[in-house]
């Protein structure tokens, strides 16, 4: 059997995992690249199986980057079930719907644009296409590396394989440093820290990044809502980005040359269409600017759920049967376990995917499932390298900032993600008020889709711990801040900076790639009364990631404008599993066992993190005494 990593494969995103046997082919999440514009090109990349052919989609979660291409793979022909918690379903549907009306959206602003500006949208639209061929040079990259067992009849004729190159973290071009800190206390800003990227990256000797103009600038931009005046280097937003490595790509990736394509993977029965797609000419018919999904097709794609409960073990397909186990990192979020016979008669191997794995002892959910056997083990990574304050330490930070806003009449501005993040912020502030902590200020909770989701939340205490079970019982409402003011259109968010301060305003997007949140940056960003405060995540490229790292000007709405408000962070309400938490989790594969033993894992992938953070957790995994892996995009593997 062979499993193929076609997301968050050296990165956060995009998580897609492809196993095939010799009886069946099933996808483990489906999610979408978010993030910089280097990230989101790979969403255009050609499937890499035929969507007929896949038996099943497994979902562990309801974040996006896990679930948000399932309507893009279902419109071209995936036919099956997608099985996810009840839960997750629940959320998913929130999740995807919204995610194809925004890319309507994005869409017709983009054609609008395009009307107005024909000569840079041709000029853009070239670069777009070169980042698309990157996107294709890097994933063929994985699949020269991966095994392919020579001589199988299935295989695609292409020519000879290509030299295999070196995948993997280490092998990837500007896999440096993230540039996100997260202090554990309050810093004041960052005045006269350098900016990442540029000279901080040759002060810390690695080659300036290339231009990132050169890759999709356009859509960056339109995320950030900034319109299309200036840009290139004298923009020190996107001229300094600190981009993921897949900015380092050289722009003008050569024209495929059919006779060095590399054979397809051996479990391609249909003509394999990305190989069919490089052996055109240089010209790519593609339109970059068509959604890649609509709100129909979103609904559509709802038809293909199956609802599944946890613990409980149902077959997937021919000689898959799959169990669903609380992941605790988001409501109905699941660790999945499979036992799979790969032909009939052979022996069993079980493979774990940690999904996103939450942390113990934080607010609302359960604790990540101990897993303790398997043969093959997925884990994330987020948090390689990097631990997160008591939570004691967080709830301090998060009551002076809200005392510093409330003593200076000022905002405080928390970009959360929509889904688990945001729910867990409310409940903190819901518990700081009801324990005389902080000042009672006004709260938007400007973000229609986690005002759904907090409702979602509230209709299943099934999902929750002990504790807030019993918080519950003793009629308290913890997902319900009491001076809460939920906005329903634009014209409610627009209207928020005229209140009458201090208040607070909770809006997604978490990393500002896009969303209401953007808008209120734009109010913010030059007021030093002002507070933006990271609660999650910020993904390499992102702008949050640039404010984390001291970007001192950003340029919006054309014009370039200091960063006079304060950045803080705080990671302890994650709703990830941090370093210790990681390798404790994982550590549960190897207790009372020896390499060998049965139930000690053959090997260990490590998927969903940043390189630097990968890079920092790969060696404590292997002092666990795994042999553990960092899978390349696109590579596939062996499972024996
Ligand atoms: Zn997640």
């Given at each position: ?5 076609l997301g968050a494969?050296t990165?956060v995103t995009?998580?897609q995992f ?7 082919r099933?996808l483990?999440d489906?999610g979408m ?13 050609p499937l890499?199986y035929?969507?007929r052919?896949l038996?099943?989609?497994l979902?562990t979660h309801?974040?996006?980057d896990?679930c ?11 036919g ?9 379903i629940?959320?998913?549907t929130l999740?995807?719907l919204?995610s194809?009306?925004?890319q309507e ?8 644009w395009e009307?107005r500006?024909?000569d840079r949208?041709?000029?853009e ?14 994933a ?5 590396d ?11 004729p292409g ?5 295999a ?6 092998a990837?071009p500007?896999?440096a440093?993230s540039?996100?800190?997260v202090?554990t206390?309050?810093?004041?800003n960052?005045a006269?820290s ?5 000279a901080a ?10 231009d990132p103009?050169?890759?999709g ?6 995320a950030?809502?900034i319109p299309?005046?200036g840009g290139?280097?004298s923009?020190?937003?996107v001229?300094?980005s600190t981009?993921s490595s897949f900015?380092a ?5 050569a024209?495929p040359?059919p006779?060095?394509l590399?054979?397809a ?9 990305e ?7 240089a ?8 959604p890649?999904?609509d709100?129909a097709?979103a609904?559509?794609s ?7 409960g946890?613990?409980?073990e149902?077959e997937?397909?021919p000689?898959i049967?799959?169990?669903f ?14 036992r799979v016979?790969d032909?009939?008669?052979?022996p ?18 359960r604790?990540p ?5 398997a ?13 997160h304050?008591?939570e004691a330490?967080?709830?301090?930070i998060l009551a ?7 003593d ?8 959360s993600?929509a889904?688990g993040?945001t729910q ?7 518990r ?5 902590k902080i000042p ?10 986690a005002?759904?989701a907090?409702?979602?939340?509230r209709?299943?205490p099934?999902?929750?711990?002990q504790?807030t079970?019993d ?5 308290e409402?913890?997902l ?15 209207a928020?900076?005229h209140?009458k301060r ?9 990393m500002?790639t896009g969303?209401?949140v953007?808008?209120h940056l734009r ?7 002002a507070v933006?405060?990271f609660?999650g995540?910020?993904g390499q490229g992102?702008?949050?990631?640039h404010?984390q ?9 054309g014009?370039?404008?200091q960063?006079k408000?304060q950045i803080?962070?705080i990671s ?5 599993a941090?370093e210790s938490?990681?390798?404790?989790w994982l550590s ?5 066992k020896r ?10 992938f490590l998927?969903h993190?940043d390189p ?29």
């Amino acid at each position: 059997m062979h499993l193929q990593f076609l997301g968050a494969a050296t990165t956060v995103t995009g998580s897609q995992f492809l196993l095939t046997t010799e009886r069946a082919r099933i996808l483990i999440d489906c999610g979408m690249f978010q993030g910089s514009p280097n990230e989101s090109i790979r969403n255009r990349i050609p499937l890499a199986y035929d969507p007929r052919q896949l038996d099943a989609i497994l979902l562990t979660h309801a974040h996006l980057d896990h679930c948000g291409l399932i309507p893009h793979v279902v419109k071209e022909g995936f036919g099956g079930p997608i099985w996810a918690t009840n839960g997750t379903i629940e959320l998913a549907t929130l999740v995807l719907l919204d995610s194809g009306k925004l890319q309507e959206e994005f869409a017709k602003r983009g054609m609008r644009w395009e009307r107005r500006n024909p000569d840079r949208a041709a000029a853009e639209d070239r670069r777009d296409l070169a980042s698309y061929e990157a996107a294709i040079a890097l994933a063929d990259k994985g699949e020269a590396d991966s095994e392919h067992p020579s001589g199988d009849a299935t295989a695609v004729p292409g020519g000879p394989a290509a030299p295999a190159a070196p995948v993997g973290f280490a092998a990837l071009p500007g896999s440096a440093a993230s540039g996100e800190h997260v202090p554990t206390s309050v810093e004041p800003n960052a005045a006269g820290s350098a900016p990442s990227g540029g000279a901080a990256d040759r002060r810390r000797g690695q080659e300036p990044r290339v231009d990132p103009a050169h890759f999709g600038r356009r859509r960056y931009d339109a995320a950030l809502m900034i319109p299309q005046e200036g840009g290139g280097a004298s923009d020190p937003v996107v001229a300094t980005s600190t981009f993921s490595s897949f900015a380092a790509l050289p722009v003008e990736a050569a024209p495929p040359d059919p006779s060095a394509l590399p054979a397809a993977p051996p479990f391609t029965i249909a003509p394999n269409p990305e190989v069919a797609l490089r052996a055109q000419p240089a010209k790519l018919d593609v339109d970059l600017d068509e959604p890649l999904y609509d709100e129909a097709d979103a609904r559509a794609s709802l038809a293909r759920f199956r609802g599944t409960g946890y613990d409980q073990e149902f077959e997937v397909a021919p000689g898959i049967h799959a169990t669903f186990v609380d992941a605790g990192h988001i409501l109905g979020s699941a660790i999945i376990r499979l036992r799979v016979v790969d032909r009939e008669g052979g022996p069993e191997r079980r493979i774990v995917f940690s999904g996103d794995l939450g942390r113990t002892d934080t607010p609302i959910l359960r604790d990540p499932t101990v897993v303790t056997d398997a043969d093959y083990v997925l884990i994330e990574s987020t948090y390689g390298g990097r631990e997160h304050e008591p939570e004691a330490e967080a709830i301090r930070i998060l009551a002076e900032t809200v005392h510093l806003v409330a003593d200076h009449d000022g905002v405080l501005l928390v970009p959360s993600f929509a889904i688990g993040r945001t729910q867990e912020v409310v409940w903190e502030l819901d518990r700081l008020i009801s324990a005389g902590k902080i000042p009672l200020l006004p709260l938007y909770l400007d973000s229609p889709m986690a005002s759904k989701a907090s409702a979602i939340y509230r209709a299943h205490p099934d999902y929750y711990d002990q504790e807030t079970r019993d918080l519950l019982a003793g009629s308290e409402s913890p997902l319900d801040y009491p001076n809460q003011i939920v906005t329903n259109d634009v014209r409610q968010s627009q209207a928020i900076e005229h209140a009458k301060r201090p208040y607070m305003i909770v809006a997604s997007n978490g990393m500002l790639t896009g969303g209401r949140v953007v808008g209120h940056l734009r109010n913010l960003i030059d007021d030093p009364t002002a507070v933006i405060l990271f609660v999650g995540y910020q993904g390499q490229g992102t702008l949050g990631s640039h404010l984390q790292a001291g970007a001192t000007t950003v340029k919006i709405d054309g014009q370039v404008r200091q960063v006079k408000c304060q950045i803080r962070s705080i990671s302890g309400f994650s709703a990830h599993a941090d370093e210790s938490e990681l390798l404790a989790w994982l550590s549960n594969f190897a207790t009372g066992k020896r390499p060998g033993d049965d139930g000690f894992p053959h090997r260990v992938f490590l998927v969903h993190g940043d390189p630097d953070a990968q890079a920092a957790l790969l060696p404590k995994v292997r002092a666990l005494g795994f042999d553990a892996d960092v899978p390349g995009w696109h590579e596939v593997v062996e499972l024996e």
